[in-house]
């Protein structure tokens, strides 16, 4: 359900009982909105705001591999570009696309070809918008239909899947800490309003290529290291990553250490860090100061960190 505004009443509700995170919340949305933007993977579905093509991807993407994906869902567009052109199929042509594709469960193609009939005769020829109207879709679940409204008509609310809970419980540490967070408040509260189709598609980016099980922080530039408690902490794990990834004795273990050790100090001198950082820290060993400047170099050119060098010193704070 939504508003003459097209924000959800869910998005509402969670942004009346906000929980107190982040305090900079704008800032936390412009950074991730702004480095979706910048550079992120093109799938054709991202192209277009038609109902019928996004739940068409949606179905498609449920336990195969968005490469995989992509010829086909071209493939079946071609074959029948419209709800209307599907409805008018043979089912059992919809199943053996579906197989020959290797797609997954059949119900899933035999689902798809009811939805399309059900968009005729129910509805006209044009698709219902909402979240809940979308569940009324033969074979069209809560995530699914949400990720319809969002795509298609910007009227959705946060999407939650395992991929964006990864994301939440890493970066907040509220919620790495609760004992059963509340995934969807935070998502809510998190996502501007009336903004579902931007929001959905750059926060699901970010658990696809920078927060995935092996994070990969800094190779992917994600926008959320100034906040994010994993990062700081180096604790990786997730509900989806019960144990860490490969993490230890790595370049972003002792990324964390640097911010969480000059998050205690206003400032500190390099040899003074780098014996903070690790026990076998020697200035001039392999592990020394070389070492150490190269992390910092990282960490200031994230802006995570200001170095000031003189000519006998090297000083560092938290940018």
């Keep these: 359900m939504t508003d003459h505004d097209g924000v959800s009443s869910r998005g509402l509700a969670a ?48 336990q195969t591999q ?40 059949n119900n899933r193609a035999k689902y798809l070809h009811e939805a399309a009939t059900q968009v005729g005769t129910e509805y006209g020829g044009e698709f219902p918008e909402s ?29 939650v899947d395992t991929n964006v809970k990864r994301v939440l419980y890493r970066a907040f540490e509220e919620i790495h800490n609760a004992d059963d967070p509340n995934y969807e ?5 998190l996502m501007p309003p009336g903004e579902s189709r931007i929001w959905n598609n750059a926060i699901m980016e970010l658990g696809g290529v920078a927060c995935g099980k092996n994070p990969r922080c800094d190779e992917a530039g994600c926008p959320w290291r100034e906040w994010c408690h994993a990062y700081q902490t180096g604790d990786f794990t997730a509900p989806d990553v019960p144990t860490q990834p490969s993490f230890e004795g790595s370049r972003r273990q002792f990324r ?64």
């Design 15 to 62: 942004a009346a009982d906000a929980p107190s995170l982040p305090a900079d919340r704008d800032a936390v949305r412009t950074a991730l909105v702004e480095w979706y933007e910048a550079d992120h993977r093109e799938f054709p579905w991202r192209r277009t705001t038609d109902p019928y093509e996004i739940l068409v991807s949606e179905v498609m993407s449920q």
């Design 131 to 159: 979240p809940g109207e979308l569940q009324e879709l033969m074979g069209v679940g809560p995530y699914t239909a949400n990720a319809v409204a969002s795509f298609a008509f910007n009227a959705g609310d946060a999407v």
């Design 185 to 189: 408040t935070v998502a809510n509260a």
């Design 256 to 319: 964390g250490r640097i911010v969480r050790v000059l998050s205690n100090h206003e400032e500190m001198d390099l040899d003074t860090l780098g014996h903070k950082i690790r026990v076998d820290y020697t200035p001039e060993g392999e592990h020394g100061r070389e070492w150490l400047r190269g992390l910092l170099s990282d960490l200031a050119d994230d802006e995570l960190l200001e170095v000031e060098e003189s000519d006998d010193e090297t000083i560092t704070r938290l940018g």
């Design 66 to 105: 968005l490469d995989r994906v992509v010829p086909a869902w071209e493939d079946f567009l071609e074959r029948w570009p419209t709800a209307a052109a599907l409805a008018d199929a043979d089912r059992s042509d919809v199943v053996a696309f579906w197989s020959d594709h290797s797609l997954g469960y």
